[in-house]
């Protein structure tokens, strides 16, 4: 059964960088996307980053665009987040995902995927 396992989370002044990875006990060739997601206290789940595996295309929110990177090394099974000039309401627990998801649509839509991370803590303060 895939596992993933999030770290690098950690606290950083805004305008810092911090690189999330999350690594999979296994391949993940059942699945098609990998993706990052966060959580605020009081908020719903947002997608935050996705990448289709097979061809490395990635897809971003409108709030990261620009600032993060979505990355995978395929050979160690692992997923990066690269976050530049973080700002306080990126403030959350961060979550790794790996899903087979049928519409490129979905991509950060978290209810379509069905094995996560334990989740990493990123707090970035003003």
């Known amino acids: 059964q895939l596992r993933l396992v999030e770290s690098g989370g950690g606290s950083v002044q805004a305008g810092g960088s911090l690189r999330l990875s999350c690594a999979a006990s296994?391949?993940?060739?059942?699945?098609?996307?990998m993706a990052w997601f966060r959580q605020a206290p009081g908020k719903e789940r947002e997608g935050v980053a996705a990448?289709?595996?097979?061809?490395?295309?990635?897809y971003y929110a409108d709030s990261v665009k620009g600032r993060f990177t979505i990355s995978q090394d395929s050979a160690r099974n692992t997923l990066y987040l690269q976050m530049n000039t973080l700002k306080p309401e990126d403030t959350a627990m961060y979550y790794c995902?790996?899903?087979?998801?049928?519409?490129?649509?979905?991509?950060?839509?978290?209810?379509?995927?069905?094995?996560w991370g334990q989740g990493t803590q990123v707090t970035v303060s003003s």
């Open positions: 995902a790996a899903g087979n998801i049928i519409s490129y649509s979905d991509n950060l839509t978290s209810t379509k995927y069905k094995t």
């Open positions: 296994e391949y993940t060739g059942g699945n098609n996307y």
């Open positions: 990448i289709y595996i097979r061809t490395s295309s990635t």
